[in-house]
T-cell receptor
Framework: GIQVEQSPPDLILQEGANSTLRCNFSDSVNNLQWFHQNPWGQLINLFY???GTKQNGRLSATTVATERYSLLYISSSQTTDSGVYFC????????????FGAGTRLFVKA | EAGVTQFPSHSVIEKGQTVTLRCDPISGHDNLYWYRRVMGKEIKFLLHFVKESKQDESGMPNNRFLAERTGGTYSTLKVQPAELEDSGVYFCASSPGGGTRDRGPVEQYFGPGTRLTVT
């Protein structure tokens, strides 16, 4: 099946700093989403981005499907950005299961 | 429009007991998925329903887990008997479209999760 790798695994930022999170996947995918798991465990949809670039406030994402990677940019980070960021792709090989990466754990210091 | 809802938000049970989690997908979504994240590990797929049919249940860990979606609306996930390693957060998601590749890629909408603690 498809392998999803995220980097870095852990990231500590000073409030106001910018960062880039990366998601690599091992095969062609039909769907890619970025999520933020907040400290209460809830999964928040950030972007649905099988290809191209999208922006939402301080966050933006780019997926280059032909090169099998996606990037999530966080600008002017805030303490509320802390949590785990997951990249997830849809594997159509045997159904429609979604494969999650291991996540990037982000901590933003005040 | 209401999003995906899950009940309960948190459940604490003793080892050996039974727990039933419920998921209400977004109205009109034929696809319903269950996932879970056990402590410190990745979010893992459990199974996928298209309407009331199980399309893929390859992620179900063992026969202590039983998922149903009677009538193709809400779904339940029963754990019986619960073990310590079942502790974690159980997520449900739904998406529109049918169960074939002709539907194309669609966004999955996740519920807030049920945090299960087995003591």
């Amino acid at each position: 099946g498809i392998q999803v790798e995220q980097s870095p695994p852990d990231l500590i930022l000073q409030e106001g700093a910018n960062s880039t999170l990366r998601c690599n996947f091992s095969d062609s995918v039909n769907n890619l989403q970025w999520f933020h798991q907040n400290p209460w465990g809830q999964l928040i949809n950030l972007f649905y981005i099988p290809s191209g670039t999208k922006q939402n406030g301080r966050l933006s994402a780019t997926t280059v499907a032909t090169e099998r990677y996606s990037l999530l940019y966080i600008s002017s980070s805030q303490t509320t950005d802390s949590g785990v960021y997951f990249c997830a792709v849809e594997d159509w090989a045997g159904g429609f299961k979604t494969i999650f990466g291991a996540g990037t754990r982000l901590f933003v210091k005040a | 429009e209401a999003g995906v809802t899950q009940f309960p938000s948190h459940s604490v049970i003793e080892k050996g007991q039974t727990v039933t989690l419920r998921c209400d997908p977004i109205s009109g979504h034929d696809n319903l998925y269950w996932y879970r994240r056990v402590m410190g590990k990745e979010i893992k797929f459990l199974l996928h329903f298209v309407k009331e049919s199980k399309q893929d249940e390859s992620g179900m860990p063992n026969n202590r887990f039983l998922a149903e979606r009677t009538g193709g609306t809400y779904s339940t996930l029963k754990v019986q008997p619960a073990e310590l390693e079942d502790s974690g957060v159980y997520f449900c998601a739904s998406s529109p479209g049918g169960g074939t590749r002709d539907r194309g890629p669609v966004e999955q909408y996740f519920g807030p999760g049920t945090r299960l603690t087995v003591t």
